[in-house]
């Protein structure tokens, strides 16, 4: 019953609902499903429903139906089980008995239970000791080879494989035409047209060595599914961070702008505030001044009332004396012009469309190199020529880090002897660092750490990213090694221009470990180590591929238009794709993981001269050096 139950649950299990078939139905592919999953499953797929086939779950390979015009639940109720399933499913049935495997199977026929004890080989059945007497005096089964039924170790796990239409036939024979394992009487009558039919005990080797194959190739198909689950679920896991980022900054973005229009509204208010102070510091010495002159007006009334009413003449004409000269005083304050009223302006039209064309920042979904489909556009340039610089600058090599959060673009110039850091976004210089010599290839050792080959000294320096480039160690050598790249956090892959067709494995010391022979590469000019540790070598017309044990995985040696002129850097996808800058084609092409060709990814006509240096930035932007400039691209889907 243990061989029963692994058959179930190794082969007589839907993959889609897990459980045991329930009405299996298998396809041109040779996968079985039950068919209410099957039915479901295809119910999901329009375009398999539109092209008139059944999806296969496990391999998309697709069915045609024999009678399109019907419904889907026709199609799929007009399949039928592999003979090899249905044969298992009767067999292996779920709920038969364990008891039934150890009861003597003569006495089963009388509906009896008599405990087996014995088992022929040939027969393929089980005897208690009474039906094994009888068994053994039978002329035709005297001979049969009988064990206990108890010695798994002797006893056969293979039952009798009986036919089902003939039922009371054997199967021993197998139509290669049909595929199919049949009886003496169905290769007589249903298979007499077959041009090829074996005998069962011929083919059940080369079928189980299939089927081991398959079981190979699925096991294969299964580990890259995980590989590929594990990716997007990180890949899941980056987009979502990325997007809460891209939100953050947003909103930081909106806040600034809300402090610049509350600055604004300030500046307003301040100025009303301003003009409102001088109207009325102007309107209230007014008043003081009218209140003055009332007081005045009001003493030389009452003064020239008294000399009216009086009897003495004298007064009252030495009142009109003093009246006759105040009326000369012509100021005329009633008639003063009043004070300027506080305006406010506003053009509510310019107003709406300087808010409609105010842009807080551009949202794309970027693409990445991996995605065939996707075109390549120019994000912008960085601009590597420094004032300080003594002669023309000359990007060997360009590589990215992450330091603090921080994205930085770190170049060799060859011809200034320096490295330099620039903050990705910004064209400024971040930091600058003076070697001794003529720097070749970067190799990055992690986020804020790399290594740069410096030949013609003979070093190899160390240097910290902080992210001013700070030199940390040199490595004496004793080659002059150009090419140069990170095999593991202590061990170096290096190459030298002597007409050497190697590559050395050096220790962070620079002694020579091993040599890897790169087959036609002669004198190495760039390295570059992939995730799984296979080295990837250009150098004259060619590119190599090697593992770190030296073993060939394939050279990329085109010729005619696609011939190489001048390959130089290196740099791979998340998904594996190679990418080489070709220096004298001006041109980055995309190969895949096993050396063919895709496409030309960059050509002369996206800006490219005499490419160089080359590196990935998350797998979304592709950092070029041409001469004095990296060129930063980003990647769109092709609509």
């Known amino acids: 019953m243990a061989t029963a139950k692994k058959l179930t649950d190794n082969h007589l299990t839907c993959v889609i609902c897990t459980e045991v078939f329930t009405d299996p139905a298998t396809l041109q592919c040779h996968h079985t499903f039950c068919k209410s999953c099957l039915l479901k499953y295809t119910k999901t797929q329009p375009e398999a429903v539109q092209a008139k086939s059944i999806p296969c779950p496990s391999c998309r390979q697709l069915t045609k139906v024999t009678t399109p015009d019907s419904p889907v639940e026709e199609w799929v109720s007009q399949l039928k ?33 008599t405990p087996a004890t014995s088992w022929c080989s040939v027969c393929d059945e089980v005897f208690c000791d009474g039906c094994l007497k009888m068994h053994n005096i039978m002329p035709m089964s005297r001979d049969h080879k009988v064990v206990d039924v108890s010695d798994a170790t002797k006893r056969k796990t293979r039952h009798r494989f009986m036919c089902k239409t ?40 080369l079928v189980r060595e299939h089927l081991s194959n398959q079981n190979q190739e699925l096991k294969i198909k299964m580990t890259t599914s995980e590989n590929i689950t594990i990716l997007r679920k990180s890949q899941i896991k980056e987009i979502q961070t990325n997007a ?8 930081n973005i909106r806040q600034k702008v809300v402090e610049v229009i509350l600055s604004k509204e300030k500046q307003l208010l301040d100025k009303v505030d301003r003009s409102s102070d001088e109207q009325l510091h102007e309107l209230h010495a007014e008043i003081k001044s009218q209140e003055i002159e009332l007081q005045m007006y009001q003493q030389q009334y009452e003064f020239t009332a008294n000399a009216v009413t009086s009897n003495c003449e004298r007064d009252m004409y030495a009142v009109y004396k003093s009246v006759g000269e105040a009326s ?3 100021r005329d304050t009633g008639n003063r012009p009043a004070p300027g009223r506080v305006v406010f302006t506003h053009d509510m039209d310019k107003l709406s469309k300087a808010v409609d064309d105010l842009q807080l920042g551009e949202v794309a979904a970027v693409r990445c190199v991996s995605d065939r489909q996707s075109t390549p556009v120019l994000h912008h340039n960085i601009d590597c020529k420094g004032d300080g610089d003594k002669k023309d600058t000359h990007l060997n090599d ?34 600058n660092l003076l070697l001794s010599g003529w720097p070749w290839q970067i190799a990055k050792l992690s986020e804020s750490q790399i290594a740069v080959s410096v030949p013609n000294n003979k070093e190899i320096v160390t240097v910290n990213v902080t992210p001013d480039p700070v ?28 007409q050497s067709h190697s590559v050395d494995i050096l220790d962070m010391t620079g002694r020579i470990l091993k040599s890897i022979n790169t087959g036609i590469i002669r004198s190495p000019d760039y390295i570059h180590v992939t995730s799984n540790g296979d080295l990837k070598v250009s150098g004259v017309n060619s590119l190599v591929c090697v593992t770190s044990e030296g073993v060939a995985v394939f050279t990329y040696t085109p010729a005619g238009v696609r011939a190489l002129t001048f390959p130089r850097g290196i740099t791979t996808t998340s998904t594996g794709d190679i990418l080489l800058a070709d220096k004298d084609s001006h041109k980055v092409i995309q190969l895949t993981e096993s050396g063919q060709f895709v496409r030309d990814v960059l050509t002369h006509q996206d800006g490219l001269e005499y490419p160089r240096g080359i590196c ?16 930063i691209f980003k990647f769109k889907k092709t609509l």
């Open 244 to 251: 809460q980022n891209i939100k953050d900054e947003i909103r």
């Open 328 to 330: 000369t005083d012509n």
């Open 616 to 631: 990935l930035d998350g797998d979304r932007f592709l950092y070029v050096t041409c001469g004095r400039f990296v060129r």
């Open 166 to 205: 003939h039922k009371d036939k054997q199967i021993e024979l197998f139509c290669k035409d049909c595929r199919m394992a049949i009886c003496h009487t169905c290769c007589s009558i249903e298979h007499r047209k077959c041009d090829d039919v074996d005998i069962l005990d011929n083919m059940t080797p």
């Open 398 to 431: 360009v590589t990215v880090l992450t330091v603090d959060g921080l994205t930085v673009t770190v170049v060799a110039d060859y011809y200034n002897k320096n490295l330099k850091t620039y903050h990705t976004s910004d064209p400024n210089t971040l930091g």
């Open 471 to 498: 030199l940390l160690s040199t490595i004496k050598t004793s080659k002059e090694y150009y090419a140069l790249s990170s095999l593991s956090p202590s061990q170096l892959a290096a190459g030298t221009c002597r």
């Open 81 to 113: 089980p592999s003979h090899v399933i249905q044969g298992l499913m009767d067999d292996f049935k779920p709920g038969a008995e364990a008891a039934d495997a150890n009861v003597c199977s003569v006495c089963k026929t009388q509906g009896k239970t």
